[in-house]
């Protein structure tokens, strides 16, 4: 299964269902990839399964791309993609940012170059609202969350591209900045995708996953968890979350059959 770092939902599905999976006798391998290789590597069939593409919208060029080769196994939650700020900073939409970069730096401070939000900003939302005058600042999902933090422990305005559920929402006084004109869509489908034919190669697993569904609530608490337990302590964390919610879990596990 791959996995994209940086991206928490991601992150916390996969490492959840490696141990899911294993405490019922399979062996789940965990590769580090960018998006691009993700969808690459599941459609010719060098990995398996990815838990989270956001369908239809945020990958749609992925998905467009591949999609004769690959098949949606589950879709288990919903995902919303914004532009947020901290509540002390005294605007409430994506248009109430114009003729106001100087007040955050000019920047809008973004993610991975290749993340679908961040081609949504550029050809989308940017333009829409005619925000030119800010520059849309390309890293890494790690280095945004970390000048998010920067900027709230000194009272600094800044605004940056985020989603929900994510748990930077429990740590922080955050706001989505309403987007009036949907310049990022629909909220979309956390998906997991496999490549053709995995449903018929691999029907107990597939079955498990059609009746995986999550709520914001548990999301969001999963990757608290994880993101306070830090890198490295994934398969505890899983494991004790699992372990508090299994009412929930157990209803992931009937026989295949009756998910078909």
């Not at 994209?4 to 599905?13: E, I, L, N, R, S």
């Not at 994510?166 to 310049?183: I, M, Q």
């Not at 999550?214 to 830090?230: F, R, T």
Request: proline share 4%; net charge negative.
């Amino acid at each position: 299964m791959a996995v994209v770092a940086g991206w928490d939902d991601a992150v916390a599905a996969s490492h959840l269902w490696k141990v899911l999976l294993e405490e019922r006798g399979y062996t789940v391998d965990l590769r580090d990839l960018d998006i691009a290789s993700t969808f690459t590597g599941v459609a010719n069939g060098q990995i398996d399964m990815y838990m989270d593409a956001w369908l239809p919208g945020v990958h749609k060029e992925y998905w467009d791309r591949f999609e004769d080769k690959l098949e949606i196994v589950s879709e288990w939650s919903k995902g919303t993609l914004m532009l947020a700020v901290p509540t002390y900073v005294d605007i409430d939409s994506i248009p109430d940012l114009k003729g106001r970069s100087s007040e955050f730096g000019g920047r809008i401070v973004g993610v991975e170059a290749g993340a679908g939000h961040m081609r949504l900003m550029r050809e989308e939302t940017i333009p829409t609202y005619d925000l030119d005058e800010y520059t849309l600042v390309e890293g890494s999902t790690p280095a945004m969350l970390a000048e998010l933090n920067s900027a709230i422990s000194r009272q600094q305005n800044i605004v940056v591209t985020l989603w929900s559920p994510h748990w930077a929402f429990g740590r922080w006084d955050l706001k989505e900045l309403a987007d009036p004109e949907l310049t990022f869509g629909e909220p979309d489908n956390h998906t997991a995708i496999a490549g053709k034919g995995f449903s018929e190669a691999q029907p107990e697993v597939a079955g498990w996953l059609k009746n995986f569904s999550m709520e914001d609530s548990d999301l969001s608490g999963l990757m608290s968890q994880m993101q306070e337990a830090g890198a490295g302590n994934e398969a505890t964390t899983v494991q004790k979350w699992a372990a508090e919610n299994k009412e929930l879990t157990d209803t992931w596990f009937e026989p295949a059959e009756a998910a078909a």
